[in-house]
């Protein structure tokens, strides 16, 4: 059964400006690291921003699904060459990922998939970015009703 697409792959700026970020903020960490003036109290706030940014961009770039298409009882997740099916029922929670990005949602499990106990995706290409997109609220409450059916929570 041909599914409804709700989902947006991450960008290529996406990608480059993580790749960009990381990079300048490791050029900086190496300079600081090779220069006589070197104080050691920089070295925990360049480490700070390097694996702030690496955590930040693997969760809101590297590590959303590249598409989702809703199949009705079931949601069809594809991450590379990986492709798995997520039943309605077995979806414990549906929640934005962060504050600031409301495109992103994130899909928790009441057993792991494919990709694990939850899935990130993006659910469409950004904009409006205050304002939480109409697949969010959709499958809420379908999630919602399916719990109810079911009498019970994950």
């Not at 590379?80 to 099916?85: A, F, I, N, R, V």
């Not at 998939?113 to 993006?122: A, D, M, P």
Request: glycine share 8%; net charge positive; charged share 25%.
């Amino acid at each position: 059964m041909a599914g409804k697409k709700i989902s947006f792959p991450a960008r290529k700026s996406d990608k480059d400006f993580a790749k960009l970020w990381l990079g300048s903020v490791g050029i900086v960490l190496l300079f600081a690291l090779v220069s006589e003036g070197f104080e050691m109290w920089s070295l925990p706030i360049i480490l700070i921003f390097f694996l702030g940014g690496l955590r930040y961009f693997n969760k809101t770039v590297w590590g959303i699904a590249d598409q989702v298409d809703d199949c009705g009882e079931y949601l069809r997740v594809s991450k590379g060459s990986k492709t798995d099916e997520i039943t309605i029922s077995s979806i414990c929670e549906v929640c934005l990922a962060y504050p600031n990005h409301k495109h992103l949602i994130t899909i928790k499990l009441s057993k792991p998939c494919l990709f694990g106990r939850s899935v990130t995706f993006r659910s469409h290409k950004g904009f409006p970015v205050f304002r939480a997109p109409e697949a969010f609220f959709d499958l809420k409450h379908r999630v919602d009703s399916a719990k109810n059916r079911r009498g019970q929570a994950c």
